[in-house]
């Protein structure tokens, strides 16, 4: 049972730099979103996706981009990192259940950008 | 504008003390609100959901709240032990999307023996 996970676990980029951070879930859920989370903060919504094909902007979209490549994958690129987006990133999915609604989360990507 | 907050200072107390952490919300009603455990260095955990049309909600030592006209959930861990040390995040959808989901900052509880 993998659940949501997440790559690459840690990185440092270069101010400039482009990267792609990369989600998958083997859970069949409809719903996956990006956060970031930095201290004192909690976790902002970057950006969201309801279904495949769909994606919509969160709380703090800026300087990033998303790609629903499938219903199990969901990536999130920077394509010119600069050091406030330096985070530690996670990914979550979730579906909606006669339980309610239970998001899961990867074991986030702690990025740093100098 | 939307905001969910959370008392950003940590909570000390002593274990076997029931702990109570706060929720606020303003500028919407939610549907529904969640609660997340999040240990460090890890993702967070789905705890408990309560939905807009129920006032209270328990799963063995934990009890949510939900009180509309205050515009506050309140998270309660009776009995607390040292392993329920960890920062507790409430959640509820955003504008827009029923799953789309804000968090608050988050408190931190320090459980001492």
């Known amino acids: 049972n993998a659940g949501v996970t997440q790559t690459p676990k840690f990185q440092v980029l270069k101010t400039g730099q482009s990267m792609t951070l990369q989600c998958a879930q083997d859970m069949n859920h409809n719903s996956m979103y990006w956060y970031r989370q930095d201290p004192g903060m909690g976790l902002r919504l970057i950006y969201y996706s309801a279904s495949e094909g769909t994606t919509d902007k969160g709380e703090v979209p800026n300087g990033y981009n998303v790609s629903r490549l499938n219903k199990r994958e969901f990536s999130l690129r920077l394509e010119s990192a600069a050091p406030s987006q330096t985070s530690v990133y996670f990914c979550a999915s979730s579906e909606v259940t006669v339980r309610g609604t239970e998001a899961f989360f990867g074991q986030g990507t702690r990025l740093t950008v100098v | 504008s939307q905001k969910i907050e959370q008392n950003s200072e940590a909570l000390n107390i002593q274990e076997g003390k029931t702990a109570t952490l706060t929720c606020n919300y303003t500028n919407y009603s939610p549907a529904y609100l969640q609660w997340y455990r999040q240990d460090p260095g890890r993702g967070p955990v789905f705890l408990l959901l309560?939905?807009?049309?129920?006032k209270e909600k328990r799963k063995e030592r934990l009890k949510v709240t939900f009180d509309t006209t205050l515009k506050q959930s309140l998270f309660h861990i009776t009995a607390s032990q040292p392993a329920d040390s960890a920062t507790y995040l409430c959640?509820?959808?955003?504008?827009?999307?029923?799953?789309?989901?804000?968090f608050g900052a988050g408190t931190r509880l320090a459980v001492h023996p």
């Open positions: 959640a509820s959808p955003f504008s827009g999307g029923y799953n789309k989901l804000i």
């Open positions: 309560i939905r807009e049309n129920e």
